[in-house]
């Protein structure tokens, strides 16, 4: 009979690994007990090595099932799906046979195995394939694009069209002559900056290049698209040159319709710029047209108070204006100051234009008095910020000395003393005597 026979014989348990039985601290000293009983004092126990683990330090408490070092049977083969083998997860992968070997005492003194994965050394991953020349190029060109979107947040449109165009140089390097979209993205933003500078024939050129790659690429229904031809319509606008603009601005509405329906938020700008630019060509009727379709579209997106139905509302008072209609554009002005006031306040710097635009419609009505308060509520926001020589405030300014002087002349023939212009001795009386005569009826407009 073997020592290990005999030993568990007489004990419950030797909790050795071939056992696999773990043993509390009062069976191990009534076994070591037994063992010196039957051995000996100071004898050793003949157990053999795949039992028991060498004598010294204890082994580290492993959380995991490690079975010593990992060996892979089959080397990765190209162009076969394979999972990265985890060392701690006992669970093989799907592609490769993951099979555990005998285990070496380096194994054991170690708490992380060593992996070998084909014919590499063992104790290191291999590495990753090198990145390619396309692989180098394409990361330095967006490298180029993120500098160029940089520079032009800090305004720098010079550097901003420096980076972008040696990013499209690597870009066009890489990619000959296919349509692909990365291209694109980088004329757009060319064209942009070429549009913020001003350079609108070379804006243009960028923009169209870019229409042309995502036509090849997308075909002619996609967002990306119309988007386009939105942006070329813009350009256009400012050349002047409104017959194009409007039709590359229908082209867009067309594509958009086709994909979001007629109740979207990008059919209801698209339709707001058509009657702007309608408006620009001195059509009103087509202006008025477009204008309401946007509203209609805004209404049932928004409801009343949001900042694009005000916009419309505005819209559609400037084109109501131009067609002499000036009660119907006082009724809209009036209904984009309610909805601005809830949603900006009364003093914000972007309620000048409107406080301007309901200004003049007052006065084309003879209301002089609340023509004087629109314009001073102007000029209270745009005179601190752009100063008195800015062209804005000089043409406010004139439009509120008429309106005081149409003031006055009523004032006189309800028999009311007051001074002329050629009596004033200065503008600030002027000012001093205009907000003598009459109260500001904020309440009743707003």
Same mark, same amino acid.
């Given at each position: ?23 509390? =601290? ?57 999972? /990265?083998? %985890?060392?701690? !997860? ?19 003194? +170690? ?12 104790? +290191? ?6 990145? *390619? ?5 394409? *990361? ?8 160029? #979107? ?80 939105? %942006? ?12 194009? #603009?409007?039709?590359?601005?229908? =082209?867009?509405? &067309?594509?958009?319709? &086709? ?9 209801? =700008? ?22 309401? +379709? ?5 209404? =049932? ?24 209609? *000036? ?7 009036? /209904? ?30 003879? !209301?002089? /008095? ?39 002349? &009523? ?19 002027? %000012? ?5 005569? @009459?109260? @500001? ?6």
């Amino acid at each position: 009979m073997s020592s290990h026979a005999r030993h568990r014989r007489n004990s419950d348990g030797c909790g050795c690994a071939v056992c696999g039985t773990a043993e509390s =601290k009062v069976r191990g000293a009534s076994a070591a007990r037994t063992r010196r009983s039957l051995f000996g004092k100071g004898r050793k126990s003949k157990t053999p090595e795949s039992c028991t683990a060498k004598t010294g330090s204890p082994e580290p408490e492993v959380t995991s099932l490690v079975l010593g070092p990992l060996v892979i049977s089959d080397p990765p083969q190209p162009n076969r799906a394979r999972r /990265k083998s %985890n060392p701690w !997860n006992s669970e093989p992968s799907s592609a490769t046979e993951v099979t555990p070997a005998a285990p070496t005492a380096n194994a054991r003194r +170690r708490s992380i195995p060593q992996i070998t994965i084909g014919d590499k050394a063992p104790g +290191r991953m291999a590495a990753g394939p090198a990145p *390619t020349v396309d692989q180098a190029s394409l *990361t330095l060109a967006r490298s180029y694009t993120k500098l160029g #979107a940089a520079h032009f947040a800090d305004g720098n449109l010079d550097l901003t069209i420096q980076a972008y165009t040696n990013a499209l140089k690597i870009q066009a390097a890489v990619h000959g002559a296919s349509a692909h979209l990365d291209l694109a993205e980088t004329y757009s933003h060319l064209g942009l900056a070429h549009y913020t500078a001003g350079n609108y024939p070379l804006a243009i050129k960028m923009y169209g290049e870019a229409l042309e790659i995502k036509l090849d690429a997308l075909g002619p229904n996609h967002p990306d698209v119309a988007s386009s031809f939105g %942006n070329m319509s813009l350009i256009y606008v400012n050349q002047g040159d409104y017959s194009t #603009a409007i039709e590359f601005c229908d =082209k867009s509405l &067309q594509i958009q319709l &086709q994909i979001y329906g007629p109740l979207h938020p990008h059919c209801a =700008k698209s339709l707001n710029n058509l009657g702007n630019i309608y408006a620009l060509m001195g059509q009103y009727e087509n202006a008025v047209n477009q204008l309401d +379709r946007a509203l209609r579209v805004r209404l =049932k997106l928004y409801g009343e108070c949001h900042i694009d139905t005000a916009n419309s509302y505005n819209n559609l008072g400037l084109a109501y204006k131009s067609l002499k209609n *000036t009660r119907k554009a006082m009724l809209y002005y009036e /209904k984009t100051l309610r909805i601005m006031v809830k949603l900006l306040g009364s003093n914000h710097p972007e309620m000048h234009t409107l406080y301007r635009n309901l200004g003049s419609v007052h006065a084309a009505l003879g !209301n002089n /008095k609340m023509a004087v308060h629109f314009f001073e509520k102007s000029l209270a926001i745009t005179q601190p910020r752009f100063g008195l020589e800015d062209k804005v405030v000089v043409a406010t300014t004139r439009a509120l000395h008429r309106a005081q002087q149409g003031l006055w002349v &009523q004032l006189a023939r309800d028999n009311v003393r007051v001074k002329t212009v050629a009596e004033a001795e200065s503008p600030d009386e002027l %000012n001093w005597t205009a907000q003598r005569l @009459h109260p @500001h009826e904020v309440d009743s407009v707003v």
